[in-house]
């Protein structure tokens, strides 16, 4: 059986505060002269790193599928198929505290935050001071 995570009410009232900004930014999609442009979605730097480590042209010239590549950035890919078309650093592979962190705070629309990212190449590091001092 899977252990029950607890959070204090300032991780719940985080995780209510990101599920409504990461709502208005998963639907925040414009129509600019008849062109459909995907919302610029700013992430923090565990998964900014991520992003970069593994979304890359390198990923499909190895063979990777965005769905693959998608399993490598949540840190859901199996050990095999990394290992028998590497990409990135290989210490990038586990998924570090702080991404998880993220997943954790960002649970309803940080996966599909991640794979609009993957799609639409829309995203950049956050500005903050979290960011910059890392």
């Known amino acids: 059986m899977s252990e029950i995570k607890t959070y204090s ?3 719940s009232h985080e995780m209510i505060e990101n599920n409504v900004n990461d709502f208005k930014i998963v639907y925040g999609f414009k129509i600019e002269k008849d062109k459909i442009v995907p919302p610029l979605i700013e ?3 565990c998964v900014y790193e991520r992003l970069e480590a593994f979304n890359s ?7 990777w599928t965005m769905y693959g590549v998608f399993q490598l950035i949540m840190g859901e890919c199996d ?18 505290k702080e991404f998880k962190h993220w997943l954790d705070m960002h649970y309803m ?17 956050k500005k903050d001071k ?3 001092t890392n």
């Not at 991640?114 to 590091?125: C, P, T």
């Open 43 to 45: 992430f923090d730097k």
């Open 79 to 96: 050990k095999g198929d990394y290992d028998a078309n590497p990409i990135g650093k290989k210490e990038m592979f586990e998924p570090s």
């Open 9 to 11: 009410q300032e991780e």
């Open 130 to 132: 979290a960011n910059e």
């Open 57 to 63: 042209e390198e990923a499909a010239d190895l063979g």
């Open 109 to 125: 629309w940080g996966p599909l935050m991640i794979m609009q990212a993957v799609l639409y190449d829309n995203y950049e590091l």
